[in-house]
């Protein structure tokens, strides 16, 4: 069965970086999409990023775009989310979820995915 691991979270100041990553078992990472959703408190869950199979295609919010790059390394399981000049908006529990039916593409939508993360905290505060 497979299974994801979030790692990387913390407490930044604004304008500070963090990488959070993915860490997938139980299956090979490239027969799945990965996306990066973030829920803050008294918020819907939202998508962040995503990345196919392949790596050959992303999609970004526009709230990240700029700022955030997801990329993946297929041969150590792991995708990760480079997070730079963060905000305090950005604040929020950060999941990773996996999709098994795209090929060649991803999308943000939670509902495409079927397997998620328990979740790591970024809190963006000075």
């Known amino acids: 069965q497979l299974q994801l691991v979030e790692s990387g979270g913390g407490l930044v100041q604004p304008g500070g970086s963090l990488r959070l990553s993915c860490a997938v078992s139980g299956s090979t990472l490239n027969a799945y999409a990965i996306g990066w959703f973030r829920q803050a408190p008294g918020k819907e869950r939202e998508g962040v990023s995503c990345i196919s199979r392949s790596g050959s295609r992303t999609n970004y919010a526009d709230s990240v775009k700029g700022r955030f790059t997801i990329s993946r390394d297929n041969a150590k399981n792991t995708v990760y989310l480079q997070m730079d000049s963060l905000k305090p908006e950005d604040t929020a529990v950060y999941y990773c979820?996996?999709?098994?039916?795209?090929?060649?593409?991803?999308?943000?939508?939670?509902?495409?995915?079927?397997?998620w993360g328990q979740g790591t905290q970024v809190t963006v505060s000075s």
């Open positions: 979820a996996a999709d098994v039916r795209l090929f060649g593409l991803c999308v943000l939508q939670s509902l495409e995915y079927d397997q």
